[in-house]
């Protein structure tokens, strides 16, 4: 009996993946669209697709809608490392419901039997950055600095970690990468904080044979060249080396505070993740538009970050686009009329430091510091009414609410409109007829 169940089973499995066009034990190359009786055979139980980016979605959502193109243009690119499904959330609602989806769209990772939040940017170099690296080992061997500009994406904007140490053996080194990271202490920690901080960060081992000029390429000083270290790296920027004990607790520290670039964009989709961090963010806020004044606030900016190690800690520098998000930062007292500008903010506390004074980034950053701008309160959330909701819900899904309130109305409207009395034109009485019934109607008694 038990057996006939198995097979029953497997053959409903097939039949389901069949019916619906999915190929289970193949690595997918199109987006697959995932149906609540199938979502667990087909993301959990097959080894050809460990890997998965899930996104759940309601067809009537306009960034879903914007996303869908970038998920169809990376699936046959990441076919073999990353498969990409999705879920509707208007049909599919048991799934959604177990995932405990609020918004449109949330993104998913699935590795391992364990489902995890999307962490990256939404664009196609991130998305395929991200499954290069899920896919692959943790550490990457890196021989040399165009090795880590491929391996590591530098090249793309990545930023990532990587490790150093002499004492890495002749025997080892002559063997697998794993031997490798197994071979002294420091590796180990290395290793460790590499698997744990995969899903977000990027990480290498530098070969014990590379050569001095190798480690001037990075960056490098030739002191290096004798003593274990690690650093944060990225195009452009210089390695910013681990200076803590070598314990996975402070070296994940480091990790966290250094997971970002010199200078970041800041979006919708890693505000608060930036924020979250701890220190200070110091925003330049600027017109795409004007192609120069944006260029040379950029430049300023990323000058100040690289020169700036006294503040490396207490701040993480940034840029936004002012005319996309003017809404938001009019509470800064920043006008898209006065861009570019500069201002300081505090995510946790709430508080910001802003002036409308023209100066440079580093003049501003000095009065920050020594308190000649004054702090103010950033404004809480408003609490909106059960009406404001309402409008609010209403004016983010025009025209489809317009027009469902339109059909509501013209439905009612026939539902309630009344029967015409029954009219034969055949039968019409005549204007000398109706006057003869009068003049025959009783006279009233006087």
């Known amino acids: 009996m038990k057996y006939l169940i198995t097979i029953f089973s497997a053959l409903f499995c097939f039949l389901i993946s069949a019916t619906y066009g999915i190929d289970k034990g193949a690595p997918h190359g199109t987006v697959i669209d995932l149906k609540d009786e199938t979502f667990d055979d087909i993301v959990t139980s097959d080894p050809a697709n460990g890997l998965w980016l899930l996104k759940f979605y309601a067809p009537w959502c306009g960034h879903c809608k914007k996303l869908a193109p970038t998920l169809d243009q990376i699936a046959p690119y990441m076919q073999g490392k990353m498969a990409v499904g999705k879920i509707d959330c208007t049909k599919q609602t048991k799934i959604c419901k177990r995932f405990e989806i609020k918004g449109y769209p949330t993104l998913k990772i699935y590795r391992d039997g364990v489902f995890m939040d999307y962490p990256g940017e939404r664009h196609a170099d991130a998305f395929i950055i991200f499954g290069e690296r899920m896919s692959s080992n943790a550490v990457a061997l890196l021989h040399n600095y165009q090795e880590a500009m491929e391996k590591l994406f530098l090249d793309k904007g990545a930023i990532a970690f990587v490790a150093y140490d002499p004492k890495l053996s002749i025997s080892a080194n002559g063997g697998n990468l794993e031997e490798m990271l197994q071979s002294t202490t420091a590796l180990q920690v290395f290793n460790q904080i590499a698997r744990k901080q995969q899903?977000?960060?990027?990480?290498?081992?530098?070969?014990?044979?590379?050569?001095?000029?190798?480690?001037?390429?990075?960056?490098?000083?030739?002191?290096?060249?004798?003593?274990?270290?690690?650093?944060?790296?990225?195009?452009?920027?210089?390695?910013?080396?681990?200076?803590?004990?070598?314990?996975?607790?402070?070296f994940l520290d480091f990790v966290k505070l250094n997971n970002h670039p010199l200078v970041a964009e800041l979006s919708a989709h890693n505000f608060r993740a930036l924020g979250s961090i701890g220190p200070k963010l110091l925003i330049g806020v600027v017109d795409p538009g004007d192609v120069e004044k944006k260029a040379a606030l950029q430049k300023e900016l990323r000058e100040f970050a690289a020169s700036s190690e006294s503040l490396r800690g207490k701040y993480i520098f940034a840029w936004m686009d002012g005319i996309k998000f003017d809404k938001f930062l009019k509470q800064f007292g920043i006008e898209k009329r006065n861009l570019p500008q500069v201002f300081a903010l505090d995510f946790s506390s709430r508080l910001f430091w802003q002036d409308n004074s023209t100066r440079s980034i580093k003049e501003f950053t000095e009065a920050v510091e020594n308190g000649d701008i004054p702090v103010q309160k950033q404004a809480e959330p408003p609490t909106y009414n059960a009406f404001q909701q309402v409008k609010m819900v209403f004016l983010e899904f025009m025209p489809w609410s317009a027009l469902i309130i339109v059909s509501m109305f013209i439905l009612t409207y026939l539902a309630f409109l009344p029967e015409k009395a029954d009219f034969d034109p055949s039968s019409s009485v005549s204007a000398d007829s109706l006057k003869v019934e009068k003049e025959t109607e009783p006279k009233k008694e006087k």
């Not at 004798?226 to 070598?246: L, M, Q, R, V």
Request: charged share 25%; proline share 8%.
């Open 199 to 250: 899903i977000s960060s990027l990480f290498g081992l530098l070969s014990p044979t590379m050569t001095e000029e190798q480690f001037l390429e990075f960056g490098f000083g030739k002191p290096y060249k004798k003593e274990a270290f690690f650093a944060k790296i990225e195009k452009d920027a210089k390695p910013i080396i681990y200076s803590g004990e070598w314990s996975s607790p402070e």
